[in-house]
Structures are given as structure tokens and as C-alpha cells.
């Protein structure tokens, strides 16, 4: 499943990236946190949080393409015995 989902992701991301200007004007508003934390003005604020979200989007998304997230452990634990036993079956 997380080959047909991680590339959607990553795609997400992008837009995220791209249309940040237009998720906060008609979307989420002006968030204060990253008002107060990422600077306010012109292309700053809540505009650099939808931008830094949309990277790390992209950046988890590739990570869980290529089992590399800490803790996804899913490779199956497969040692000599139990190849063995897998092959007399």
C-alpha cells in the first residue's frame, strides 16, 4: 500500500508548497502560532508553516516509500531455520 500512497503524498506536499498563499486566504486563515513564531509580513507566517508542512510531507513520504521511518520495522524476520522449515512445508 505505501507505494500507490507515498507518491499521492509527496504530491500533497508539493501542493501544499505551492498553493500556500491560497490554502490561508481561503482556507485555514492566518494561524497565530506561526504568526508569532515564523515572522509577520509579506511571504512570512503562515505561509512559511503551509511551506515547511508541505516538505515535511514530501520528506516522511519518501522515508515510509523506503522503510526508513524510525521505529517501521516491518521487514518479516526471516533467519536460516525458518527458511528452512518454509521449505520442507
Known amino acids: 500500500m505505501r507505494f500507490?500512497?507515498?507518491p499521492l503524498i509527496f504530491i500533497a506536499g508539493?501542493?501544499?508548497m505551492k498553493y500556500s498563499v491560497t490554502i490561508t486566504d481561503q482556507i485555514s486563515g492566518k494561524?497565530?502560532?506561526a504568526e508569532k513564531y515564523l515572522g509577520t509580513g509579506v511571504g512570512a507566517g503562515t505561509y512559511t508553516w503551509w511551506k515547511l508542512f508541505g516538505?515535511?510531507?514530501c520528506i516522511l513520504s519518501v522515508l515510509w516509500l523506503f522503510n526508513k521511518l524510525p521505529?517501521?520495522?516491518n521487514a518479516p524476520n526471516i533467519t536460516p531455520t525458518s527458511m528452512i522449515i518454509r521449505m520442507m512445508t
Open 71 to 73: 521505529g517501521a520495522n
Open 14 to 16: 508539493i501542493l501544499f
Open 55 to 57: 516538505l515535511i510531507l
Open 31 to 33: 494561524i497565530d502560532l
Open 4 to 6: 500507490f500512497f507515498s
